[in-house]
């Protein structure tokens, strides 16, 4: 059984670049959540999604920041201009839709913006 | 302001010891939580959950201890083994109202686990 799959693993762009990350959550799971980890702050909540809608991304940084749900097995987090603060491992993760449903993670992608 | 605090960054314990990880929350309206371990280059793993309504849960060698007056709990590794070895994220849930998808996490602590 596939886990969260998320695409690249590593991204290395300059400063200005676009750069979108992919996830993939685990089929039938209709929560996707997007995280960001960095030493300073720690794993923090960008944006949730339910049913493919998005329903909080008061954790999206700035208005460079964006994320799409087009489908229920696709989802798209995008930096546009990216600049050398959002160096940092990107999480997509995704469970069933319930209070105390366990969180799965993907891999993450390691994004460096020089 | 962090809700959730691991205020430990490291520990070092000896194989077959005790490892017990800390973690203080602030939010009176967080009623579940939730460890996670990670592996370098890999994505935190559920670990080990407890309600607010229990004060321990118990896993094989991994146990939780909640203590709701101090708002603090506690991830008992017994006996801890190299294979331990990881990043410990600490997670709280307000599990009420519409918002109980909004897991908090504290920053983490680095278990190293010496043979």
Known sequence: ?114 | DQQVKQNSPSLSVQEGRISILNCDYTNSMFDYFLWYKKYPAEGPTFLISISSIKDKNEDGRFTVFLNKSAKHLSLHIVPSQPGDSAVYFCAANPNSGGSNYKLTFGKGTLLTVNP
């Open chain 1, 1 to 114: 059984d596939a886990g969260v799959i998320q695409s690249p693993r590593h991204e290395v762009t300059e400063m200005g670049q676009e750069v979108t990350l992919r996830c993939k959550p685990i089929s039938g799971h209709n929560s996707l959540f997007w995280y960001r980890q960095t030493m300073m702050r720690g794993l923090e909540l960008l944006i949730y999604f339910n049913n493919n809608v998005p329903i909080d991304d008061s954790g999206m940084p700035e208005d460079r920041f964006s994320a799409k749900m087009p489908n229920a097995s696709f989802s798209t987090l995008k930096i546009q201009p990216s600049e050398p603060r959002d160096s940092a491992v990107y999480f997509c993760a995704s469970r069933r839709t319930g209070g105390n449903e366990k969180l799965f993670f993907g891999s993450g992608t390691q994004l460096s913006v020089l």
